[in-house]
């Protein structure tokens, strides 16, 4: 059976890569006594599948993987397992039963991340960001200049924003993810930056600590009628 | 969320930031407490290296499990996290508790290798101690050294309040209550080393003076004050059963070198090879008890999650209980899903109907380490290995089913020939028809692959070739090449691969291994120069050590290539490890005539380390 499970990093942990959490769980698995199916041959590995990887020195409250599981009591049982073997930083917040088709599996059912975006204190006294945001997401299309290593292509941001607000100071974003269309949010804050003419880039702004950026959550279905990934399949 | 040493943007800037958080599973972290001891334990090397070190986490163990001690981790910072912190002078910290460590008690640090050396002096600098003991105050933790390299510590002795010479288990806490007790009775620095040196196993170097004669070499070793003990004893832990071992190890989150949990199965080794310093300086072999061992198994496994167990031992084959061990274990690691990992194992048929089960034939190897060519130079430096021994090995293996050879030599030992070098490929040579001849062609798994590597010998203390002399690198060099040369006109050309290390390091590391006080200014001097990370080939600089060697007048002949007397006061003559100078002796003109020793299980050789009372020496 598969089993996905959801999760929160926090605090330090934003500074683990994607390849640590997928070791820090397979241990995690392991310590908590959960009986997961393992692959044939010589190197046997669990066999789990992880979400969307989230870029180093974010956090997040919406993080999955999917475990194939060849048995587990309730869902509670399941969720206190595994939570007895976690780390300061790391909680489990939940676990569900998806279905076995591979469409189900949570990177490729992924269309949608939603984020939100906090800005140290000084950089929002300078700038009126609310209404520049507003000025920049009312705009009918946002061209940029996407550079890959063979070409140079022009693409719109402005429809692969599917939803944002302002509000307490912090801009909160809904972002196409996933393998057809995808946008990340420090790409996003660059455009709205440069727009709004201030001279730093979404990346400088993201590792100086500027803006920092929180995962809120991960999501399935079409943009208007959107599923979190932690809501597919039933209760265990 | 805990404090952190370092800013978001710094960790956003340097290459794996999980290596200074210090907050994996199982790392202790503690409430400071008024009058708590503050130990922070180094392994002057990256994490991803210094994580998979034993010595260390079995010292955090002991430590720990003291409600009036924290002891924390610390590493070397990698040359981008180095640069940024003396630009933006952000003070060197210990992990759990991300303070600096100049505000701790005591520093300690694994000399595990020589190439680390100027590595320690990076780690007192960024710390702000400095880097001379004698230059150090009342506010400066106290530098303690351990580890391999402390069987000849001088020429770091400069840079060290104390060295620990011997196995932590047995007078650690004492280190720390005399401390306590100094601290207590508003005692200062020098009072304290001057107490602790009455420690068995304590060698404070200010309490010693060196005199030197006309020759250069040493005419004089004495201690300065009372407390100094003229001979320091190596201290040994005789009931490793039981003893603290860390059964929670510690789970990194970020890849290391090798992740995985280490099951040491017994100190020390029974075998007599002339050039291991390992082999002398651990007498005697004391084994751990199998039921201890399969119970350590477990819960470590239990606590951490790994996917690997490794057994750690010097030669994993002269267990006593090595197949009971090894049975148990399999059984409880198929059940987890658990790989095992078996080095230095003698290839036999136990060995190989073992590594049949746990490993893939088709892609793994069989190794051996005859470590010379000929049987003539396998006497002379007492390697148990014949030729038949590694042909009936060999052959075993193509019969089950594998066609992969690994071979390890080293070239520039005493009394070497060049027919010794043609001796190593002949041998390899001879592997590889033994699997034409017998492997009939319908049973071969493809062509056979003989892969052979070289170091070149370095000659340590404690051991009976501490006396031999070295090469120069031009010298290493066309030992090498005759080897290669050789390689190429064979007729299995295709199927046998050879390559040889560097000759740079070696020398550095024998001037390193046999040097004395007199060392230390040029450590010093390159470390100014900015040499760090010696170890790392992309970071290691022959020229500017050589160079360095030159400016402070240090001569590298005279501790490399220069036949030393027997009578020579050797720099590390005053620790005493519990084996003779005079046995090491005997051994070495053995060695010349090319004389064989019995192993201990054979026949006892009188080295001396029946003084421990116990091991191998009391068996049966």
Partial sequence: ?236 | MRKLALPHDVLMSVDKPARYLGNELNSVHKDLKPGMVRYVMCFPDVYDVGMCHLGLPIIYEMLNRREDIWCERLYSPWPDLDRIMRERHIPLFALESQDPVRDFDFLGITLQYEMCYTNILQVLDLAGIPLLAKDRGEDDPIVIGGGPCTYNPEPMADFFDMFYIGEAETNMYDVVDEYKAARAKGLGRREYLRRAASIPGIYVPSLYDVTYGGDGTIASFTPNCPEAPAKVKRVVEMNLTGSYYPEKPIVPFMRIIQDRVTLEIMRGCIRGCRFCQAGSVYKPQREKDLDWLMDLARRMLDETGQEEICLSSLSSSDYSQIEPLIRGLIDECNRRMVNISLPSLRIDEFSLEVMKLLTDVRSSSVTFAPEAGTQRLRDVINKGLTEEDILDGALAAFKAGWNKVKFYFMLGQPTETREDLLGLVDLCEKVAMKYYDEIPKEERQGRIQINASSSFFVPKPFTPFQWATMLHKDEYLERAYIVKDSFKNTRNSRALHYQYNDADITILEGIFARGDRRIAPAILEAYKKGQIYDAWSEYFNYDLWMETFAECGIDVDFYNVRARSLDEILPWDFIDTGVSKSFLRREWEKALRGEVSPNCREKCAGCGARVYGGGVCFEG
């Fill in chain 1, 1 to 236: 059976m598969k089993v996905r499970f959801r999760f929160s990093k926090e605090g330090e942990t934003c500074y683990l890569g994607h390849l640590d959490m997928m070791r820090f769980f397979q241990k995690a698995i392991r310590r908590a006594h959960i009986d997961v199916a393992y692959s044939q041959g010589f190197n046997p590995h669990q066999i789990l599948s992880f979400a969307s990887p989230l870029g180093l020195g974010m956090t997040s409250q919406g993080e999955y993987f999917d475990a194939e599981l060849k048995s587990c009591g309730s869902g509670r049982e399941l969720l206190e397992a595994i939570n007895g073997a976690m780390t300061e930083g790391i909680r489990v917040l939940g676990v569900r039963r998806i279905p076995d088709e591979g469409k189900y599996n949570a990177m490729a059912a992924l269309t949608a991340c939603s984020y939100m975006v906090s800005f140290d204190e000084s950089f929002a006294a300078e700038y009126d960001l609310c209404g520049m945001w507003q000025r920049f997401i009312s705009r009918d299309s946002i061209p940029v200049i996407k550079k890959t290593k063979t070409q140079t292509v022009e693409t719109d941001l402005r429809p692969l924003i599917l939803d944002s607000g302002f509000s307490s100071g912090k801009l909160r974003l809904l972002l196409a993810a996933g393998s057809v269309e995808s946008v990340k949010a420090v790409a996003v804050l660059s455009a709205f930056f440069e727009s709004s003419g201030i001279p730093l880039s979404g990346e400088q702004a993201f590792k100086t600590g500027t803006v920092r950026i929180e995962r809120l959550d991960q999501f399935t279905g079409d943009k208007d009628k959107l599923t979190s990934l932690g809501e597919v399949g039933e209760e265990i």
